[in-house]
């Protein structure tokens, strides 16, 4: 196992080699945005130098980009001289811009360039020469930096805190941080605190394994083409002791429910977990163990007041195993079809 005290290489940033403008290059090759990929380029240097300072020192670490495009973020993390960049794009028309900045890396920096989905690419295959740094020390020297596709990027989110809960993935290689952009909205969700109208499942979530900041905003404007929202940038970095040692999808689980109903007491959507049959009694019981207020807003709860609810539930689980696989979801579907049949016959 690596030592996270090892002094760093300090390396000045580089002046890349003439290339095209990124919107030169989109020119070129004709590149427009898909609406259904969620793409839209940042062609401001000044701004993705921003989003890149906003991870930290990475000259000398492993960055991943997720969604680069046509390579105008990639450009800013390049000349940070980062040690090893991989790159990972959905989208082949783009290829030929990113192998253009390959080329011009050679020497200073490792570029990879993997064409495919992120969802299905193994991030823990990503740098194979780095050693695996301890959990407890320093974070590694490993970040994750995109531009997210809005249509993916809550989903993203939450598979990469499963990781982190697991240690596995990018998070195989130690405490890996991430600097994303969202929309402003769900950027915000993500930071929100107790009583926030922001405050759902996504803060949670994020606030029981990472501390996440929010860095600045990015106008609409700023991008092409103009998406209808604002754009936010995020940084995460995994704790040392995460908040919880439950499993991850449990956890999950109890906020999603505890979220579903927002605007009512707590104690109905966790309620929601239970079969009718045994309904009240659990749900009295989960809010005694937990010493939670049942009549508390889904927003008002802390963190550790979702996790005591969670645990509490987990406790149950080992005397009433079965209600585990309850999806009250699922019932009420089957409770309207019988009834449409008790219809039909009447």
Known sequence: MASSSAAPVVRKAVRLPPLPTIRDLIKLYQLRAIKQLSQNFLMDARLTDKIVKAAGNITDHHVLEVGPG?????RSIIKQMPKHVVVIEKDHRFMPSLEL????????TKMDI???DILKYPIQSAFPDLPVYEWEGKPAPVHLIGNLPFAI???LLIDWLRDISLRQGAWSFGRASMTLTFQK??????????SSPQRCRLSIMSQIWTKPSFKFTIPGTAFVPKPNVDVSIV????YKEPRTQL???LVEKICRYIFNMRQKFCRRGVSNLYPENLRDELTERTFK???VDPEARSFQLSVDECLRIAAAYHELLQIYPHIESYNYRACKKTCAADDDETDESI
């Open 70 to 74: 046509p390579g105008g973020i990639t």
């Open 101 to 108: 900045l390959s080329k011009a890396t050679v020497g200073f």
């Open 114 to 116: 993997y064409q495919g």
């Open 153 to 155: 990027s809550t989903k």
């Open 185 to 194: 909205e769900v950027a915000e969700r993500i930071v929100a605190p107790i």
């Open 235 to 238: 940084t995460l970095v995994p």
């Open 247 to 249: 499993p991850f999808d």
């Open 289 to 291: 163990m937990a010493e």
